[in-house]
């Protein structure tokens, strides 16, 4: 049989055969053979020609595997079913017979397995954005690797871990995993690898705003993918270097790069990277001011989209031809595909929720084993105790005949009581394992419905790409005290007039959330639906909708809403039409700090509600900052003597670095809030914006 199988996987990899020749030839085999793992093997290497068959295949594997009832069969078996509907994006399912494949290999201790499973578990959760999951099973696929000295695998697990924190936004801790990946992937040639390492560089290093190291990674995934033929990286560093450009305002650089990445997209039938290429191409022709060419591309990059289901690229072109038709002035159009934009972002953050709760039913917790292991130790503790017990008690038996009776009838009262005490030990720690893994249980899912809310609350609030398209030099401090915040800003670009807010709703963690979710839902309403346009008119609209929505009676414990500053800009004319509720800010021009003042009413219930909004203007100059902010950085306590930051000390702090560029400003004053902080706890969200006009 050995011989039979060398001459199938020498018939199989030779490229003179046609694939279904080779599969024929195969199946041909199979038909002779008895015996079920020879049977097995065979259909094993089926399952890896990617025809339409092969989901068949595979489930031949299972089912001799499950005939056979041998661990190692079983868990190729379910791995092989895990990697084919991976491969194809159906990811509950390959996480599912991936699970199955660990939990055989688990009861075998077959570590090698284990590693390999664990890293096939987190591609799933890493898929499906359910990052803490990835990152648990990722590190434990790294220490196994690392215990079995596995030094050929240990690097591609580190720059899968890279991969998940760039996806948290994590991105010196990526930079880091990746780093230490590097030298392993030039070591073992890996050139696919190395690839993608330097393209993962180069995306952490563009999300910083490093855009010169970002561009020399790129160019150096280009270089290897080009010398490997590897036209999907190509594709994607070539759009790398074209977002860089585009960041960077050199639209027509941007605009060669995008042609080139499209050009290879269509050449490899990339249909997500052509439909991303014209996205691309589309925006950076907006700017360009040619408009046309702006909406071809838009409108093709969305047929693309639509045709080949690319999410993520329908929502993109919806959001740009909204931009492109605000700027050429068609209000109806840009409302229109703004609709369908926001539509499209909805779906996609309830449809990441239905995957998230269907797999937070599957029975599997990585972590039992540490558990079940920390209650062996304790009971193997008990155990030896009693054994010394036994001893002593024993020893003094010995010690005296005299006593024998005597003590033999303290012992048999002593072994009685210890029985009964063990028997209620026993009961109270399996009582009190049983309550801890209640609350453990309890305690996960309320942390995993946070953390989607979090990813639900980061989709809302106003994306940097959006802000960075309107206005060139700005910094946003954003630091919530928990997972979720209370703390917002929002923004809209709407007849060459660019709207800011910065709010503050009642409350922070998740029921500051909800009201921000509530309020940024109004500030779009009254804005694009009612279309009010003039800052205290959208700020006595919104009052009067948070009072509806909320039913207040005018109650002391019905008083929710939200303190905000709610800016018009207009950078042509050098002009700032603005209302506040509660919450001032400050303009700094010409080293002098200028208070912009604010109504003592929040927008929502209270004595004053039915008093209006002032409307104040304020006319600009080129240099001014604009520091908006909640109130969050002033009362945090801290400093030697634990007390408030205060308002006073941010304005110096402000006026003091108000000539370092803006990126260096947003840096200097997160090390100054943390070390006033220090270990003290954040007493509320921090919020502060600075725009440069």
């Known amino acids: ?47 890896g020609a990617n025809t339409d068959l092969t989901e068949g295949y595979n489930d031949s594997c299972l089912a001799i595997a499950l005939r056979l009832n041998v661990s190692k069969y079983l868990a190729i078996a379910y791995t092989q079913k895990g990697n084919y509907f991976f491969a194809r994006g159906d990811n509950k399912k390959a996480l599912l ?68 924190y760039y996806n948290l936004k994590e991105y010196k801790k990526a930079i880091a995993y990746i780093e230490e990946g590097l030298p392993d992937c030039i070591k073992y040639n890996d050139d696919y690898r190395l690839a993608m390492a330097y393209n993962n560089l180069g995306n952490n290093y563009a999300d910083m705003k490093e855009y010169e190291k970002s561009t020399i990674y790129y160019e150096k995934t280009i270089s290897l993918a080009k010398k490997n033929e590897d036209y999907s990286q190509y594709a994607l560093s070539t759009m790398g270097l074209a977002n860089n450009q585009y960041l960077l305002k050199n639209y027509a650089e941007a605009v060669k790069y995008a042609s080139i990445a499209l050009q290879v997209a269509e050449e ?63 209000p109806n159009e840009a409302l229109t595909y703004y ?10 953050i309830n449809d990441n929720k239905s995957q998230l709760l269907a797999n937070l039913q599957e029975n599997f917790e990585i972590e039992k084993k540490e558990t079940e292991n920390k209650l062996l130790q304790t009971e193997n503790a008990l155990a030896g105790k009693t054994i010394k017990q036994q001893k002593i008690i024993s020893c003094f038996i010995i010690g005296g005949l005299v006593l024998v009776l005597l003590f033999t009838f303290f012992i048999f009262r002593g072994l009685k009581a210890q029985r009964r005490a063990n028997k209620i030990i026993s009961k109270q720690k399996e009582e009190v ?20 809310a979090k990813r639900i609350q980061r989709a809302v609030i106003t994306s940097d790409n959006y802000i960075s398209t309107y206005v060139k030099d700005y910094f946003i401090f954003y630091h919530p005290k928990d997972i979720v915040s209370g703390d917002f800003y ?79 800009f207009d950078f042509k004319a050098l002009r700032l039409d603005y209302a506040a509720a509660n919450n001032a800010f400050y303009i700094v021009r010409n080293n002098e700090l200028i208070t912009c003042a604010a109504d003592k009413m929040p927008v929502g219930k209270s004595p004053r509600d039915t008093d209006p909004f002032t409307l104040h203007t304020v006319d600009l100059q080129k240099g001014d900052i604009v520091y908006m902010l909640t109130d969050g950085l002033p009362d945090q306590f801290g400093g030697p003597k634990g007390k408030k930051f205060k308002y006073k000390q941010l304005e110096n702090t402000l006026l003091a670095n ?35 006009i």
């Open 1 to 47: 049989m050995n011989k039979l199988l060398a001459i199938v996987l020498l018939l199989f990899c030779t490229t003179s055969f046609s694939q279904n020749k080779k599969v024929d030839s195969l199946l041909a085999i199979i038909k002779q053979t008895k015996q079920d793992t020879g049977r097995f093997k065979l259909y094993s290497i089926l399952s």
């Open 490 to 568: 929002w923004a809209l670009e709407l007849n060459n007039k660019f709207y800011l807010a910065t709010a503050d709703c009642t409350g922070h963690g998740v029921p500051g959330a909800f009201m921000s979710l509530l309020n940024i839902s109004i500030f779009n309403e009254v804005m694009i639906e009612k279309k009010i346009s003039r800052p205290d008119l959208i700020l006595n609209e919104a009052r009067k909708d948070i009072i509806k929505a909320l039913n207040q009676t005018g109650s002391e414990e019905s008083k929710d809403g939200m303190d905000c500053i709610l800016g018009c």
């Open 658 to 692: 108000t000539n370092k560029p803006l990126d260096e400003q947003k840096n200097l004053l997160e090390k100054h809030f943390n070390e006033w902080k220090g270990n003290l706890e954040q007493v509320d969200d921090v919020l502060l914006i600075g725009i440069k």
């Open 339 to 348: 609709k369908l934009f926001s539509a499209v972002k909805d779906s996609l």
């Open 97 to 164: 017979n991936n699970l199955k494949a660990f939990d055989v290999v688990k009861k075998e201790n077959n570590k090698n397995f284990m590693s390999r499973c664990l890293n096939n578990i987190a591609n799933c959760y890493d898929v499906m954005g359910i990052y803490d999951k990835a990152l648990s099973c990722y590190f434990q696929s790294l220490k196994i690797k690392q215990e079995l000295n596995l030094k050929n695998k240990i690097y591609i697990t580190k720059l899968n871990i890279a991969a998940v």
């Open 268 to 330: 490899n039938k990339f249909s997500e990277y052509i439909s991303a290429a014209k996205n691309e191409l589309g925006e950076n022709y907006l700017e360009l001011k040619k408009y046309d060419v702006a909406e071809k591309n838009l409108q093709e990059a969305l047929v693309v989209a639509k045709q080949n289901e690319i999410a993520l690229e329908i929502k993109n072109s919806y959001e740009i031809l909204s931009r492109l038709y605000t700027r050429i002035n068609k």
């Open 433 to 452: 394992h049983h309550q801890k893994e209640i609350v453990e249980e309890k305690q996960k899912e309320i942390l995993d419905s946070i953390h989607y």
